[in-house]
C-alpha cells in the first residue's frame, strides 16, 4: 500500500491557510471516514477539528442513537442544523458532519454560504466495510446495511455533488485522502 506524498511544502501550508476564511467542512456518507480524516486535516493545517455529532451530543447530553431513539430524526436534525450553523462562525476549522446533513436543505445551504464543502467519497463495498467496525449508527439498526447504506448513498448523492470539492477515499491510508484535500483546496482557493 503506498501513501502519496506530502502534496504541500510547509510554506504552502501555511499560506493556504491564510487565505482561508471559512471553516472546511466535510460531508460525506457514513463510514466514509469524516471524522478520521478531518482530524488530520486539521492537524496538517494546524487548525482546530469540531465533530458535529459530537457537538449535538454534548449540547444534548445524549448520544445520537438515544436523540434518535427519544426523540426521533426530525428532532435530531433540527438540533444538527443549529449545532452546525453555531460550528460555522467559529472561523477557520475543519468540521465534520454526520453523513445526512447534507441531506438537509437548509442545512446544506448554511454549509454552502458559509464554508468550504468538501465531499468525502467512497464506494459501497468500502463503505460497508467500514461502518461494520462500529455498531452505533441508528440508521443501521433495523435491516440490511448493504441494502441500506446503497440506498441511502443514491439518494444522497446528487446533494453530495453540489460540494465544490470531490475526493475519493476508496482504499489506501486516509493520509492519501488528507494529502488530496490539501491540493484541491490549494487550487480551488
Ligand atoms: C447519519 C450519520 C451519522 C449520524 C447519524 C445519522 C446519517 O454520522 O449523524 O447517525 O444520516 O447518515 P456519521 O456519518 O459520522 O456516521
Known amino acids: 500500500m503506498t501513501i502519496d506524498a506530502p502534496s504541500l511544502s510547509d510554506a504552502e501550508i501555511r499560506k493556504l491557510v491564510e487565505r482561508l476564511d471559512r471553516p472546511i467542512v466535510l460531508v460525506g456518507m457514513m463510514g466514509v471516514g469524516k471524522s478520521t480524516v478531518g482530524r488530520k486535516l486539521a492537524t496538517l493545517l494546524n487548525l482546530p477539528f469540531r465533530d458535529a455529532d459530537d457537538a449535538i451530543e454534548e449540547a444534548a447530553q445524549m448520544t445520537v442513537s438515544e436523540i434518535f431513539e427519544r426523540f426521533g430524526e426530525p428532532y435530531f436534525r433540527d438540533g444538527e ?13 475543519v468540521i465534520a458532519t454526520g ?6 436543505e437548509e442545512t446544506r445551504r448554511l454549509i454552502l454560504d458559509d464554508g468550504i464543502a468538501v465531499w468525502l467519497d467512497s464506494d459501497v463495498d468500502t463503505l460497508v466495510e467500514r461502518v461494520g467496525r462500529r455498531d452505533t449508527r441508528p440508521l443501521l439498526k433495523d435491516g440490511d446495511t448493504r441494502e441500506i447504506v446503497g440506498r441511502l448513498k443514491k439518494e444522497r448523492e446528487p446533494f453530495y455533488a ?9 482504499t489506501g491510508p486516509h493520509g492519501n485522502a488528507v494529502n488530496r484535500i490539501v ?4 487550487q480551488w482557493l
Open 183 to 186: 491540493q484541491a483546496l490549494d
Open 81 to 93: 442544523r443549529r449545532v452546525i450553523t453555531r460550528l460555522l462562525g467559529g472561523g477557520p476549522a
Open 99 to 104: 453523513g445526512g446533513a447534507f441531506a438537509q
Open 162 to 170: 453540489e460540494a465544490p470539492i470531490h475526493i475519493s477515499s476508496n
